[in-house]
């Protein structure tokens, strides 16, 4: 599907010279810092472009930081919506922390305005339910969970990988999943960094590779969003 814009983010991956990357669990020393791509292009203003919806946010069930199920949509409905899977644990430069890195620009920015910031959320979703349980989460997120923010930012996990699962693959987040001798997934071992962008109607109206992880073109988008007539 051609979108206006798409373009310049073709012209940016060519720029900087990357390719999506898998995010493999210990492919990088710990000290590394998030190796961000390089934008060397004005992007379009928001609202001179269209983002055509995707698909639809599949249904499923998910844990807050305190534990408790909530329904998926609960995190992907009312606001737009940027929504990462990640692990607490994932060191590699070009996987968790740079979703991560690029996530606290986004909220810095869009906290410089509390009436937009209150129209948005952002949602970290775990990978690994075996060990990133609600507790881990929760220490995790810290102070980026506070529920009197403006802007919130959810901390989700589920109760098993067999849960998460249909999650990933209804939004096509490439997985590899080991199994164990009876056959039942127990862990997600690597994963293609993906970042969904999500209008306040549950609808996929973008996705993020590594290459595209640039703010300036992500906050574009999310304004473009926020300048559709509201959901009824």
């Not at 000290?31 to 379009?44: G, H, I, K, S, W």
Request: proline share 9%.
């Amino acid at each position: 599907m051609k979108r206006a814009g798409r373009w310049a983010r073709a012209a940016a991956l060519v720029a900087a010279g990357l390719l999506p990357a898998a995010a493999t669990l210990g492919a990088s020393s710990p000290e590394l810092a998030p190796r961000a791509p390089v934008q060397d292009f004005v992007p379009p203003a928001p609202g001179s472009y269209a983002l055509p919806p995707i698909q639809r946010v599949p249904e499923g069930t998910v844990l807050d930081i305190d534990g408790r199920p909530q329904p998926f949509s609960r995190y992907t409905t009312g606001r737009v919506t940027l929504l990462s899977f990640m692990y607490t644990y994932c060191t590699d430069p070009i996987g968790c922390p740079l979703a991560y890195e690029t996530m606290m620009t986004l909220r810095a920015r869009l906290l410089a305005r509390p009436e937009r910031a209150r129209r948005v959320q952002l949602v970290s979703l775990s990978f690994d339910p075996a060990h990133d349980v609600p507790a881990e989460m929760k220490r995790y997120a810290g102070r980026l969970a506070d529920p009197a923010s403006s802007l919130r930012w959810h901390f989700l996990t589920t109760r098993s990988v067999a849960e998460l699962k249909p999650l990933l693959d209804e939004l096509g987040q490439d997985v590899s999943v080991e199994v164990d001798a009876s056959g039942q997934a127990t862990r997600v071992l690597n994963h293609m960094l993906k970042l969904f962008l999500i209008d306040a109607r549950g609808r996929v109206r973008e996705i993020y590779s590594t290459a595209f992880l640039l703010p300036d073109v992500m906050l574009n988008d999310i304004e473009t969003l926020l300048l559709e007539p509201r959901a009824p």
